[in-house]
């Protein structure tokens, strides 16, 4: 997930990358290492960080997590960042 969380985060660059795990640990008390343990905690900041703007940081963050989960991306109408998080989980417990 960490790694997943690092590349979305890329589509801002090296030091936007850096701005908004400050943002996260210093607003959020979320540190980078518990974001797996907190996605919706993630979510929420970014969306509050960005706005709408979060939703492309949240989808290029599920699509490099599926891919490296083997699980192929498609996206659905509705669906929402922890709804595509819940769903790898659902998929990854069967």
Do not use: C, W
Request: glycine content about 8%; hydrophobic content about 40%.
């Amino acid at each position: 997930m960490l790694e997943a969380v690092d590349n979305g985060l890329l589509t801002l660059g090296e030091s936007g990358r850096k701005a908004v795990y400050f943002h996260l640990q210093n607003i959020y008390s979320l540190k980078k290492e518990d974001i797996a343990d907190k996605p919706e905690v993630f979510a929420e900041g970014l969306r509050k960080i960005f706005g709408v703007g979060a939703a492309v940081i949240e989808k290029a963050t599920v699509k490099s997590l599926y891919e490296k989960l083997g699980i192929k991306y498609e996206e659905k109408k509705n669906h929402d960042f922890m709804t595509y998080i819940r769903d790898a989980q659902q998929i990854l417990d069967e």
